[in-house]
């Protein structure tokens, strides 16, 4: 009987920060948004779905339609686009998604804000355009700083799925959470 070499668990893959846990990457074959809206209908469906439950608040800082469609199509509650004018409301939410850059108030601001507003575990999706290499390192940054943790980092593209051909990829998707407030984030 051949004695079989012992298998090792594969190499974490992901963003990796020294002394931090490494950022799963995912990618999305979803199509790619209008021109002037955040994301396409697809996208708004997944984020609902993956990242909250039937009638938990969502907060959508979005430009179009597309996470509203989503949100009433998945039984979900939202804060939509009017939110912007009026604040956020009183009641915490689950998820809070938004463009980037936000042109409201600076990113580190910005992600206190989502903090104090979203329920323990609550997430914040931030929804770049694909392209600039150093955008989503500095919003990293910004939401880190204000306690927020690098949960997930999707990757919304286009292109075959028989992995033989080249995906084009449209949209960067950086998911935060609210986790461990008592250890700044962390």
Same mark, same amino acid.
């Given at each position: 009987?051949?004695?079989?070499?012992?298998?090792?668990?594969?190499?974490?893959?992901?963003?990796?920060?020294?002394?931090?846990?490494?950022?799963?990457?995912?990618?999305?074959?979803?199509?790619?948004?209008?021109?002037?809206?955040?994301?396409?209908?697809q996208?708004?469906?997944?984020?609902?779905?993956?990242?909250?439950?039937?009638?938990?608040?969502?907060?959508? =800082?979005?430009?179009?339609?597309?996470?509203?469609? !989503?949100?009433? #199509?998945?039984?979900?509650? %939202?804060? /939509?686009?009017?939110?912007?004018q009026?604040?956020?409301?009183?009641?915490?939410?689950?998820?809070?998604?938004?463009?980037?850059?936000?042109?409201?108030?600076?990113?580190?601001?910005?992600f206190?804000?989502?903090?104090?507003?979203?329920?323990?575990?609550?997430?914040v999706?931030v929804?770049?355009?694909?392209?600039n290499?150093i955008?989503?390192?500095?919003?990293?940054?910004?939401?880190?700083?204000?306690? =927020?943790?690098?949960?997930?980092?999707?990757?919304? !593209?286009?292109? #075959?799925?028989?992995?033989? %051909?080249? /995906?084009?990829?449209?949209?960067?998707?950086?998911?935060?959470?609210?986790?461990?407030a008592?250890?700044?984030?962390?």
């Amino acid at each position: 009987m051949r004695k079989q070499n012992p298998q090792h668990a594969p190499l974490p893959v992901g963003e990796v920060v020294s002394g931090e846990h490494p950022v799963p990457i995912t990618v999305w074959p979803v199509p790619a948004p209008a021109q002037d809206e955040t994301m396409s209908n697809q996208t708004g469906v997944r984020l609902v779905h993956n990242l909250t439950h039937p009638s938990q608040l969502i907060i959508d =800082l979005t430009d179009g339609p597309q996470l509203a469609r !989503a949100v009433i #199509a998945a039984g979900r509650r %939202s804060r /939509l686009q009017a939110a912007r004018q009026s604040g956020w409301g009183k009641e915490p939410a689950t998820l809070i998604v938004t463009g980037w850059p936000h042109t409201r108030v600076l990113g580190q601001e910005f992600f206190a804000l989502c903090r104090a507003k979203l329920l323990p575990g609550g997430c914040v999706a931030v929804l770049l355009a694909h392209g600039n290499p150093i955008l989503p390192a500095d919003v990293v940054a910004a939401a880190k700083a204000a306690g =927020l943790r690098y949960l997930q980092h999707v990757v919304a !593209a286009t292109g #075959a799925t028989d992995g033989l %051909s080249q /995906l084009d990829i449209h949209t960067d998707v950086l998911i935060f959470t609210n986790s461990g407030a008592e250890e700044g984030g962390r």
